[in-house]
């Protein structure tokens, strides 16, 4: 099994709708953010070592599996100190919520706002570019 951070913001432009027993081909790029572990856990963000990508960067590989068990995300935000206002993720803050399908508009749920997804996919498999 590989977890799959899928972020909303991809999705809310033009990406299609998914779901649990779906098969999907995604561009997949290490997960490198930081603040992830920060939000879900150092220990699940390990385990979810991709996030998928097709907005950039051009690093990103084809791959296609099948989604096991989804999970949408929703995280607290705060004021970021001396930014004048910005708001971040306050970490430790995620609650998350086992689903069957993506709803790519998620409501907020009291404070906390929608995030994305972290999807199971298991035997992932190369897609070639044609």
Sequence with gaps: MTTVWVA???F???GQKFGVGDTVTWGLVPERSSHLGALIG???AQEGAWSE???GPGDAELQRGRITSLEAVWVAFAPRQGSGGSLEPVPGSAVTCAITRADVWAEPQGNLRFLGWLAELDALEP????
């Design 12 to 14: 809310q432009c033009c």
């Design 42 to 44: 150092s220990r699940r």
């Design 53 to 55: 990508s097709h907005h």
């Design 127 to 130: 897609v070639s570019e044609a």
């Design 8 to 10: 909303a913001w991809q």
